[in-house]
């Protein structure tokens, strides 16, 4: 008996040990089930990727609190790089890079005045393949926000807005003047379907769409928000729409059916920002500035106080977040922005902006921080960080031929004849789109000297020559100018430069440039144009190594063009051109504008992407105006010039 009780008190002690393990295993399931409602709720989205997304119904919601893209929450991480700021060659490497800090969304921005640089001449192909841009993104699993402006800002010339606008006397940018909207039209009527396939429910990584860009910081037309929204509406957008503001107008830059987002850089005015927000809705700063731009005469910007707090802080709020930038790059050519305030200052050819990823594309210390930040926080480890690419350093280049600027007119084509001042958008070429960047050429005759008067009409520096000898320069500051008093007629000429059109604020309509109203000499207008359009494209570039130019004198006459080779004997790399002892111009490569440079500085140093040299001879042209130095350096890191934080 006591056996047989010992035996069902150890069955029922097995038993109950049993129920025991099967309730602690019951529980331990139920702890996985929560854990994984709680990694759902939170960190789902991260499998939610372009190329694992096969049932797509829904698209990115922004009817709650946070965003969901099929049911799921979802929260924004991206980054703002623009195609036409890359070599098109290096658009994956940025991508990748772009994906080993974590993001899953990229938001580029789309500048019609490339796409469109005459009217109804459109270009979507080689650097400025759109198409290209959002099938590479999608391929490598990156969301895509677009920025389709028309108006984009982002420190370009006229906020993207093409300069043939402004022929019009009366045009109204921004605005639902019948002139502007109808270029804007024919535009969109371009470019939107060539995106509608890569919209996310077509299969493509595009889930959101910004309707213009910080308009409340303009606001100058009521109904001009609604015509952007109903213009990219009717033309089959479908994907979530948004708008972008910052403190200067957020309640005024909004538009119905569209999802407010801000900008800013500082987290107490961004939270400050934040509670002007619709309720009920997901939260997205889609700028929070990670740097700063530049302009020539200041100091390279650079930020980094705070910048981890404030990103951390935004996360744990659950507040999506979009770096801009994460890859500045170049302002390649002419097509910097400026800035009027009172002031007019024009940005300089880089647009490093102190962002996590360099001008040339290479890791900075705010890319680790930002990755360790973002790996702790989506509890994973993040995909291997691309290899850094190498930079070269190449033999000092002596310059030895060049020609003068006079000399090289003949290579232009016929110049224009006025008896008043043409502005350069409206002077009769292009396909009476003008001329949109550049110097342009003013001759005329005088025959006494006396006070020049600028009246304030050069846009917006002038070099002025009798007889092709400088005798000084022109521009917002300086609007007089002593001519000497000689007997006879004499050359007077003036070179003037487009050094940017303004970008954001309220001028933009007042952004035509050349010599836009009479000069006076002796309170007398002058008269008698010879005009010449120095647009300096690649065809032009390219014509001095088919012509005779002339051994380097002593002393050269300026303005000129300065020619050398640079030989590469291996696979070409990257490199940085530094022109020692040089004043102010413009350097090509291959026939390829780099950009701007200038002593003043801050930048010190013209990025020379590898994809445009190639092995062999390479032709380095320098459009000098004032100074020449006797060499070209190429250095293997870049010098942008004297740091101030922000």
């Given at each position: 008996m006591l056996k047989l009780l010992a035996e069902k008190g150890s069955k029922s002690m097995q038993i109950i040990a049993l129920r025991r393990e099967h309730v602690r295993r019951i529980g331990f399931l139920l702890l996985i089930v929560v854990a994984l409602i709680v990694y759902r709720l939170r960190f789902h989205w991260l499998p939610l990727t372009p190329t694992r997304m096969y049932s797509r119904k829904l698209g990115l919601q922004a009817d709650r609190e946070y965003f969901q893209l099929e049911g799921n929450k979802f929260l924004i991480l991206g980054g703002s790089m623009h195609y036409f700021r890359i070599p098109r060659?290096?658009?994956?490497?940025?991508?990748?890079?772009?994906?080993?800090?974590?993001?899953?969304?990229?938001?580029?921005?789309?500048?019609?005045?490339?796409?469109?640089?005459?009217?109804?001449?459109?270009?979507?192909?080689?650097?400025?393949?759109?198409?290209?841009?959002?099938?590479?993104?999608?391929?490598?699993?990156?969301?895509?926000?677009?920025?389709?402006?028309?108006?984009?800002?982002?420190?370009?010339?006229?906020?993207?807005?093409?300069?043939?606008?402004?022929?019009?006397?009366?045009?109204?940018?921004?605005?639902?003047?019948?002139?502007?909207?109808?270029?804007?039209?024919?535009?969109?009527?371009?470019?939107?379907?060539?995106?509608?396939?890569?919209?996310?429910?077509?299969g493509g990584p595009i889930i959101a769409v910004q309707v213009e860009n910080e308009y409340g910081g303009y606001d100058k037309d009521q109904k001009y928000m609604n015509f952007v929204y109903e213009a990219l509406l009717h033309r089959g957008t479908s994907e979530l729409f948004m708008t972008s503001d910052n403190k200067d107008g957020l309640s005024k830059g909004s538009v119905a059916g569209a999802l407010a987002t801000i900008n800013f850089q500082k987290l107490d005015s961004g939270m400050t920002l934040m509670k002007n927000l619709e309720p009920g809705k997901p939260k997205m700063v889609m700028e929070y500035w990670s740097g700063w731009f530049d302009h020539w005469g200041g100091h390279h910007h650079i930020y980094q106080e705070g910048i981890l707090n404030t990103i951390a802080a935004l996360l744990?709020?659950?507040?999506?977040?979009?770096?801009?930038?994460?890859?500045?790059?170049?302002?390649?050519?002419?097509?910097?922005?400026?800035?009027?305030?009172?002031?007019?200052?024009?940005?300089?050819?880089?647009?490093?902006?102190?962002?996590?990823?360099?001008?040339?594309?290479?890791?900075?210390?705010?890319?680790?921080?930002?990755?360790?930040?973002?790996?702790?926080?989506?509890?994973?480890?993040?995909?291997?960080?691309?290899?850094?690419?190498?930079?070269?350093?190449?033999?000092?280049?002596?310059?030895?031929?060049?020609?003068?600027?006079?000399?090289?007119?003949?290579?232009?084509?016929?110049?224009?004849?006025?008896?008043?001042?043409?502005?350069?958008?409206?002077?009769?070429?292009?396909?009476?789109?003008?001329?949109?960047?550049?110097?342009?050429?003013?001759?005329?005759?005088?025959?006494?000297?006396?006070?020049?008067?600028?009246?304030?009409?050069?846009?917006?520096?002038?070099?002025?020559?009798?007889?092709?000898?400088?005798?000084?320069?022109?521009?917002?500051?300086?609007?007089?100018?002593?001519?000497?008093?000689?007997?006879?007629?004499?050359?007077?000429?003036?070179?003037?430069?487009?050094?940017?059109?303004?970008?954001?604020?309220?001028?933009?309509?007042?952004?035509?440039?050349?010599?836009?109203?009479d000069i006076l000499l002796n309170k007398e207008p002058l008269k008698g144009f010879t005009i010449y359009p120095l647009e300096m494209k690649t065809s032009f570039i390219e014509s001095f190594s088919a012509i005779q130019l002339n051994p380097i004198p002593e002393n050269p006459t300026f303005p000129g063009f300065f020619y050398g080779?640079?030989?590469?004997?291996?696979?070409?790399?990257?490199?940085?051109?530094?022109?020692?002892?040089?004043?102010?111009?413009?350097?090509?490569?291959?026939?390829?504008?780099?950009?701007?440079?200038?002593?003043?500085?801050?930048?010190?140093?013209?990025?020379?992407?590898a994809p445009w040299l190639q092995h062999g001879n390479n032709e380095i042209v320098i459009f000098e105006e004032s100074k020449a130095g006797k060499t070209v350096e190429f250095l293997d890191e870049p010098d942008l010039g004297q740091a101030q934080h922000v």
């Amino acid at each position: 008996m006591l056996k047989l009780l010992a035996e069902k008190g150890s069955k029922s002690m097995q038993i109950i040990a049993l129920r025991r393990e099967h309730v602690r295993r019951i529980g331990f399931l139920l702890l996985i089930v929560v854990a994984l409602i709680v990694y759902r709720l939170r960190f789902h989205w991260l499998p939610l990727t372009p190329t694992r997304m096969y049932s797509r119904k829904l698209g990115l919601q922004a009817d709650r609190e946070y965003f969901q893209l099929e049911g799921n929450k979802f929260l924004i991480l991206g980054g703002s790089m623009h195609y036409f700021r890359i070599p098109r060659a290096y658009w994956t490497d940025r991508m990748l890079k772009m994906k080993a800090l974590g993001l899953n969304t990229l938001t580029t921005y789309v500048p019609w005045n490339l796409h469109e640089p005459q009217k109804g001449i459109f270009h979507f192909k080689d650097n400025l393949d759109l198409e290209a841009y959002l099938r590479l993104a999608n391929d490598l699993d990156l969301w895509v926000i677009l920025r389709p402006g028309p108006y984009i800002c982002s420190e370009w010339d006229l906020g993207g807005l093409p300069s043939w606008l402004l022929r019009d006397e009366n045009m109204k940018l921004r605005t639902t003047y019948a002139g502007f909207t109808d270029a804007v039209d024919n535009f969109f009527d371009e470019l939107i379907p060539k995106v509608i396939p890569f919209q996310y429910k077509e299969g493509g990584p595009i889930i959101a769409v910004q309707v213009e860009n910080e308009y409340g910081g303009y606001d100058k037309d009521q109904k001009y928000m609604n015509f952007v929204y109903e213009a990219l509406l009717h033309r089959g957008t479908s994907e979530l729409f948004m708008t972008s503001d910052n403190k200067d107008g957020l309640s005024k830059g909004s538009v119905a059916g569209a999802l407010a987002t801000i900008n800013f850089q500082k987290l107490d005015s961004g939270m400050t920002l934040m509670k002007n927000l619709e309720p009920g809705k997901p939260k997205m700063v889609m700028e929070y500035w990670s740097g700063w731009f530049d302009h020539w005469g200041g100091h390279h910007h650079i930020y980094q106080e705070g910048i981890l707090n404030t990103i951390a802080a935004l996360l744990n709020k659950g507040i999506s977040i979009n770096l801009y930038m994460f890859h500045g790059g170049t302002n390649f050519g002419f097509m910097n922005g400026a800035q009027d305030f009172g002031t007019y200052i024009a940005d300089v050819t880089s647009y490093d902006y102190d962002a996590p990823l360099s001008e040339a594309g290479d890791y900075t210390e705010k890319y680790s921080g930002i990755r360790e930040l973002y790996s702790k926080y989506l509890g994973q480890e993040l995909p291997e960080q691309p290899a850094v690419m190498y930079k070269s350093k190449y033999a000092t280049l002596h310059v030895k031929e060049y020609i003068p600027l006079w000399d090289a007119l003949s290579q232009l084509e016929k110049p224009i004849k006025s008896e008043r001042p043409i502005n350069m958008e409206n002077l009769p070429i292009n396909h009476d789109s003008g001329q949109a960047y550049g110097y342009t050429l003013y001759n005329t005759v005088i025959n006494s000297g006396g006070l020049l008067d600028s009246m304030q009409n050069v846009r917006d520096r002038a070099q002025v020559f009798v007889d092709g000898v400088s005798i000084g320069f022109l521009d917002y500051k300086n609007m007089e100018l002593a001519i000497s008093v000689a007997t006879g007629k004499r050359n007077l000429s003036l070179l003037v430069e487009n050094r940017g059109r303004v970008n954001y604020g309220d001028k933009l309509d007042d952004q035509r440039k050349g010599l836009i109203g009479d000069i006076l000499l002796n309170k007398e207008p002058l008269k008698g144009f010879t005009i010449y359009p120095l647009e300096m494209k690649t065809s032009f570039i390219e014509s001095f190594s088919a012509i005779q130019l002339n051994p380097i004198p002593e002393n050269p006459t300026f303005p000129g063009f300065f020619y050398g080779i640079l030989h590469v004997d291996s696979l070409p790399y990257d490199t940085f051109v530094k022109l020692k002892g040089w004043t102010k111009g413009v350097v090509f490569v291959n026939g390829m504008n780099l950009g701007r440079y200038w002593e003043i500085g801050p930048q010190q140093t013209l990025y020379l992407p590898a994809p445009w040299l190639q092995h062999g001879n390479n032709e380095i042209v320098i459009f000098e105006e004032s100074k020449a130095g006797k060499t070209v350096e190429f250095l293997d890191e870049p010098d942008l010039g004297q740091a101030q934080h922000v």
